[in-house]
T-cell receptor
Framework: GAGVSQTPSNKVTEKGKYVELRCDPI?????LYWYRQSLGQGPEFLIY????????DSGLPNDRFFAVRPEGSVSTLKIQRTERGDSAVYLC??????????????FGEGSRLTVL | SQQGEEDPQALSIQEGENATMNCSYK?????LQWYRQNSGRGLVHLIL?????REKHSGRLRVTLDTSKKSSSLLITASRAADTASYFC???????????????FGGGTRVLVKP
């Protein structure tokens, strides 16, 4: 597609439920990032994929969070046993290159998660 | 954790004035990037400056980088009401393990340009 697509745009769930958020990056982009953004804050790094593998998952807050990118394109962020504190906008971004001196990210519009 | 810290947190100016915001960071970087975010929208890349560059221009944007002080500034000249948005700096660090750039964002500067 022309840009990074994230679905759903809005998700309301109850505490304890399981949630999946999907990201469809720009075609050909090898790098894919997930961030979480709370109101009035900057994006908080969660995980970074280079191809199919999670190159850096140091930002995942705990083992309830997991992300996959099985074919090196679409990625899914999975949250188990959701808690109210998980409420935030989850942003996905992709990047074309892995060269040391580049790294411009193209962001989707985000998935707003509300845990009641 | 946030790598960059923006200053000020909020800025209110009149249309036509210049807006300056600063970003400080803690560790060595490969490049520093500035992004803009309109309310409720995704982030849009504005400009990238590499660690061996000191200044860069793009239209009404001017970015400086001082690696000795671990700081950067973004100047928007002749601001317009449409420049109202949040602005974030992001630092890119190359990690061998990841074979790529990890971008870490600061908390942002909220800019209001009054017509």
């Amino acid at each position: 597609g022309a840009g990074v697509s994230q679905t759903p745009s809005n998700k309301v769930t109850e505490k304890g439920k399981y949630v999946e958020l999907r990201c469809d990056p720009i075609s050909g982009h090898t790098a894919l990032y997930w961030y979480r953004q709370s109101l009035g804050q900057g994006p908080e790094f969660l995980i970074y994929f280079q191809g199919t593998g999670a190159a850096d998952d140091s930002g995942l807050p705990n083992d309830r969070f997991f992300a996959v990118r099985p074919e090196g394109s679409v990625s899914t962020l999975k949250i188990q046993r959701t808690e109210r504190g998980d409420s935030a906008v989850y942003l996905c971004a992709s990047s074309q290159t892995i060269a040391m001196d580049t790294g411009e990210l193209f962001f989707g519009e985000g998935s707003r998660l509300t845990v009641l | 954790s946030q790598q960059g810290e923006e200053d000020p947190q909020a800025l209110s100016i009149q249309e036509g004035e210049n807006a300056t915001m600063n970003c400080s960071y803690k560790t060595s970087i490969n490049n520093l990037q500035w992004y803009r975010q309109n309310s409720g929208r995704g982030l849009v890349h504005l400009i990238l400056i590499r660690s061996n560059e000191r200044e860069k221009h793009s239209g009404r944007l001017r970015v400086t980088l001082d690696t000795s002080k671990k700081s950067s500034s973004l100047l928007i000249t002749a601001s317009r009401a449409a420049d109202t948005a949040s602005y974030f700096c992001a630092t890119a660090r190359w990690t061998i393990k990841a074979a790529g750039n990890k971008l870490t964002f600061g908390g942002g500067t909220r800019v209001l340009v009054k017509p």
